[in-house]
């Protein structure tokens, strides 16, 4: 159920934790690079920056950022023909439990911003949260669309997704604002690279 929290298996093989960690800590930078990046773009656009909450702490209080924005990096959704909407994250990875996330956080989130390096949907939280939970419910059954999408990291499942195909997306218009940047901005991203905390960090396979 939308909004619940789901009890699952852990798999507590150091092995398999250590594979874990170093994969969130990647999926961590790109998702950093990706808010850094569309603040790149807004600032070109004239738009104010977003400013990102930085710890866990302000991210519960919140949200994802002060102004109301959450910055989803979706790498698979134009190799997939999917956009994917998070539904539930793992709390961690020695706990079974998946918690709310995404639009059901419950934050501050007015605005879901989510694409990749070449295409950018801003989409208006609260409608889209209803067309998805209207999905959920089996009140509309759109084909193509399908939930509870677990994913699965080295014996874990780390979250789960609603898919939803890009060409639904763009035939019924469900985003408010959408952007794609130059080819000028994206070579100088996959070129130059994202340096976070003094430590420079090659995105080049994001672009």
């Not at 298996?9 to 950093?32: D, F, H």
């Not at 706990?95 to 208006?124: A, C, E, K």
């Not at 994202?194 to 994001?206: A, H, L, Q, R, V």
Request: include cysteine; hydrophobic fraction near 35%; glycine fraction near 8%.
């Amino acid at each position: 159920m939308l909004g619940e929290r789901v009890l699952i298996s852990a798999n507590t093989n150091p092995e398999a934790v250590r594979e874990y960690r170093a994969l969130y800590g990647k999926r961590y930078i790109q998702g950093i690079a990706f808010q850094t990046y569309v603040n790149d773009l807004r600032e070109i656009c004239g738009k104010p920056l977003i400013h990102y909450t930085t710890t866990a702490a302000e991210q519960i209080s919140i949200g994802e950022s002060i102004e109301g924005y959450e910055v989803k990096y979706d790498s698979r959704s134009w190799k997939t023909g999917n956009f994917a909407f998070e539904t539930h994250e793992r709390a961690g990875v020695n706990r079974g439990q998946l918690v709310p996330s995404g639009l059901w956080r419950g934050d501050n989130t007015t605005t879901l911003i989510q694409g990749n390096m070449h295409d950018i949907f801003y989409f208006d939280a609260e409608e889209l949260r209803k067309t998805l939970e209207a999905f959920y419910k089996g009140e509309i059954n759109p084909p193509g669309w399908r939930k509870d999408v677990a994913v699965w990291s080295y014996g874990n499942i780390t979250s789960k997704l609603i898919l939803v195909p890009v060409k639904d997306i763009l035939r019924l218009k469900m985003y408010k604002e959408r952007h794609s940047p130059s080819d000028e901005l994206v070579e100088h991203w996959k070129y130059g690279g994202f340096t976070y905390n003094g430590k420079k960090y090659d995105i080049s396979e994001m672009c």
